[in-house]
């Protein structure tokens, strides 16, 4: 199991942007698949991003359309949520989420997660 510990967020205009961080505590980070999701309330929770262990591949939902761009500082062991040209729609509670696992690509459903950082409110006025 790896303990997920967020910062960031807040509240910002349309057009703007926030970065969020996703600090993992754990004896393998580069073994795991480390993704963004985000839940508005009422909806389900929906992928955002991730990268795949060793870095070896990203994936971004369609909504991002090159707005949004994640990174990790492997010896930090932290991952990023660079958001630019933020839309009031953005306006999500945003959740990290990590993954053991030998696969080298990003796994997007929220079930395949059990690992889970305690959410970041980010709020985007019109």
């Known amino acids: 199991q790896v303990q997920l510990v967020q910062s960031g967020g807040g509240l910002v205009q349309a057009g703007g942007s926030l970065k969020l961080s996703c600090a993992a505590s754990?004896?393998?980070?580069?073994?795991?698949?480390m993704t963004w999701f985000r839940q508005a309330p009422g909806k389900d929770r929906e992928f955002v991003t991730g990268?795949?262990?060793?870095?070896?591949?990203?994936s971004y939902a369609d909504f991002v359309q090159g707005r949004f761009t994640i990174s990790s500082d492997n010896a930090k062991n932290t991952v990023y949520l660079q958001m630019n040209s933020l839309k009031p729609e953005d306006t999500a509670v945003y959740y990290c989420a990590a993954k053991d696992t030998s696969y080298t690509y990003v796994p997007t459903e929220p079930n395949d997660y059990s690992d889970w950082g305690q959410g970041t409110q980010v709020t985007v006025s019109g």
């Open positions: 990268i795949s262990r060793s870095g070896y591949r990203t």
């Open positions: 754990g004896p393998s980070f580069n073994r795991y698949a």
